[in-house]
């Protein structure tokens, strides 16, 4: 965990903190050890044999975003804390980061995601927030070695994951947000995302039955497993914007999205309503059957053209504004 309790019962986070004075947990009140090395990033951990679920099982790569984030807005001049509490009806709710608008307007918390949670959870959670009058955004982190091959559509910055098998809570935010924010231990940054149907072909069957010889035709379906991934970017931390935005209730299939007033990001340089120029299309054979093919599109002047795919990888730095 990166903040725990100093002897004057104030917070005070791990990179401010010096060694030698003693510090309790924020959740069990059980002594900490302060970690400051020069390889990893500094931080409080519990003692041998300690049992405290207040930062069990984090990641470095959580804790690596929450400073990220935490140190990109404070060096843009917003208040910013760290593993805060936020009150509300339904208890309190640890934010990763609490980003305070100016002259405390409004606040928005921060939520960086790597383990998974259940729709029950996200729903929760969310409304949490809301009834405290935080809007929340929802930041999964990305693993790179789950993404599997990787093609990068010509001309762009954007890249393309055939077959990516979204976590059911991603397709949650993902649709609660219209949209993901992907953050990047690699590279620092973060990736706008868009999942997409991820369409799979089953071939022609034939079969006897009765005597008889029975066949079905070919034809594409939308797979249950695998969902089509398109990441743009990578963006550096100090291009994100915070908008607030209404949204309405809505339900679907497996699970509720609360309605009320949200928060996304947005980039610097980018249109309020700008949205991923990309989609999974189809293509009307010229033939026997008139099958659709199925591949990635971008959009060009006001047109959907087949995207020109090449084999890639994830770059490894940032891009900041020119």
Request: one cysteine or more; glycine letters at 8%; a neutral charge.
């Amino acid at each position: 965990m990166l903040v725990a309790i100093n002897g004057a019962d104030s917070r005070v986070e791990a990179k401010n903190a010096a060694k030698g004075p003693s510090y309790t947990c924020p959740g069990c009140k059980a002594p900490v050890t302060l970690a400051k090395g020069r390889i990893r990033r500094p931080y409080f951990g519990h003692r041998p044999g300690a049992a405290c679920s207040y930062a069990a099982l984090e990641t470095w790569e959580h804790q690596q975003a929450k400073e990220d984030f935490a140190t990109a807005y404070r060096a843009r001049g917003f208040k910013c804390d760290v593993e805060i509490e936020v009150l509300s009806i339904d208890g309190d709710r640890r934010a990763d980061v609490l980003l305070h608008a100016p002259e405390d307007a409004y606040r928005v918390a921060i939520e960086a995601q790597n383990s998974p949670l259940d729709y029950t959870a996200l729903e929760v959670r969310t409304t949490a927030y809301l009834s405290a009058g935080v809007p929340v955004i929802w930041v999964p982190i990305l693993i790179r070695k789950r993404l599997g091959d990787v093609q990068r559509i010509a001309g762009t910055n954007i890249y393309h994951v055939s077959h990516f098998s979204a976590p059911p809570w991603q397709l949650w935010v993902h649709d609660l947000q219209d949209g993901l924010w992907y953050y990047d231990p690699v590279v620092r940054g973060v990736w706008r995302g868009k999942l997409d149907d991820c369409m799979l072909y089953r071939n022609p069957t034939s079969w006897f039955a009765d005597g008889d010889e029975h066949s079905a035709g070919g034809h594409w379906y939308s797979s249950e497993r695998w969902s089509s991934l398109f990441l743009e970017g990578p963006f550096d931390l100090s291009r994100l914007r915070v908008k607030r935005v209404k949204r309405a209730q809505r339900k679907r299939r497996a699970y509720r999205l609360p309605g009320g007033v949200g928060a996304d990001f947005i980039l610097a340089d980018d249109p309020r309503d700008y949205a991923m120029p990309v989609r999974i299309g189809s293509t009307k054979a010229e033939g026997p059957g008139d099958f659709h093919y199925y591949r990635a599109e971008r959009r060009i002047d006001d047109q959907w053209v087949g995207a020109s795919l090449e084999a890639s990888v994830l770059p490894d730095t940032a891009l900041t504004l020119g």
